[in-house]
């Protein structure tokens, strides 16, 4: 076969270790793979090149992408997406694996929709793609976000402050969850668990009260002014308070071993399923196994909270 290979939305560590993966596992099945740079508005704009095994070498510890990545807000647009399919027919691409969030997923459907093979892959920091039980690059963001977090401590806990903590995940509140129960967080704040202030405050006072040096709270970006919060967790609570907002730090580094491995599963599997005959899906893992799952009801699908882990921050924050 002849397969594209584009990462697409923001990027995440592990984009480059999926990359490689299709690359390899292409050509081991006798395929010939392009890279496909700047997602799809490289893709109308045939920025396509043909890749060797040698092409992804020295790749799979690199954080970024090397195709790049950039936003094409106009590909919803039939007449923009037919750019694109002209392109691909130009150099006989017969199907496309397009690495990235729900946006890409989206686009990878309206392709799908009009004729042309596609597979997505999560490729994304954020954790927010139903389909898998975690996608590329949300283990290498929570590792940095916990190494931040813990510094965070350990000044927070010498000057008897709070710090806040802003974390990203866009609607997802996966990040905060994960990194505060790792950090041992006083509070997480995300979109599941809601957002109560005057509890907050409240709760920072008796701390406060009962001596506790210093109190840490981890919340997901979107919930509130952060700084805002700081100044008036000061006043009502006694604490001195620090926000910090991690910021594009999380979107960067080596991607961690979890994040390489998941990136090799799924770049195989997406290869493997275009042999059978298989497209228009989204792969992923499931309880630790590869599914895949039409990427109409992908983009369909939610996330539900994790019960086991909403309970067991209730009872050892
Ligand atoms: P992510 O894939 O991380 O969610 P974006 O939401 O920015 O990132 O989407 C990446 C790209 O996917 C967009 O720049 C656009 O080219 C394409 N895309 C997003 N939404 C649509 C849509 N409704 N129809 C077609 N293409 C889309």
Redesign the pocket.
């Known amino acids: 076969m002849r397969i594209g290979v584009l990462t ?3 990027d995440a560590p592990g984009m480059n270790a999926t990359i490689r993966a299709v690359v390899r596992a292409g050509i081991a099945n006798g395929d010939t793979v392009f890279g496909i740079y700047d ?3 490289g893709l109308i704009e045939g920025k396509i090149q043909e890749f060797t095994r040698k092409d992804v070498s020295e790749i799979l510890n690199k954080g970024g992408t090397i195709l790049g990545t ?4 106009e ?2 647009y039939e007449q923009v ?1 037919t750019l694109a399919i002209r392109q691909l027919q130009k150099n006989d691409i017969e199907a496309l694996i397009c690495i ?8 990878a459907l ?1 392709l799908h929709e009009m004729g042309i093979k596609t597979i997505g892959i999560p490729g ?1 920091i954020d954790n927010d793609i139903a389909s898998s039980d975690f996608t590329i690059g949300f283990s290498t963001a929570l590792n940095t976000a916990c190494d931040a977090i813990d510094k965070l401590r350990d000044t927070s806990s010498s000057h008897q402050r709070c710090s806040i903590i802003e974390v990203m995940g866009r609607h997802c509140g996966d990040l905060a969850l994960y990194s505060g129960i790792c950090c041992g967080a006083e509070y997480i704040i995300t979109n599941d668990t809601g957002f109560n202030k005057d509890e907050l405050l409240a709760n920072l006072k008796a701390n406060r009260l009962a001596g506790r040096r210093h109190a840490i709270v981890v919340i997901s970006e979107n919930i509130t002014d952060v700084h805002q919060l700081a100044k008036e967790v000061e006043i009502y609570s006694g604490y001195e308070c620090r926000a910090t907002i991690l910021g594009y730090i999380q979107r960067g580094g080596t991607p961690t071993p979890e994040d390489r491995l998941l990136a090799a599963r799924l770049g195989k599997y997406a290869v493997d399923l275009l042999h059978e005959g298989i497209t228009g899906v989204a792969v992923g893992v499931i309880k630790n196994e590869l599914h895949y799952t039409p990427i109409d009801k992908a983009l369909a699908m939610t996330n539900e909270p994790n019960v086991e882990l909403h309970k067991l921050i209730e009872k050892i924050s």
């Open positions: 697409s939305g923001g997602g799809y508005r950039a936003r094409l807000p590909f919803k997406r990235g969030g729900d946006g890409t997923y989206t686009g309206r994304t």
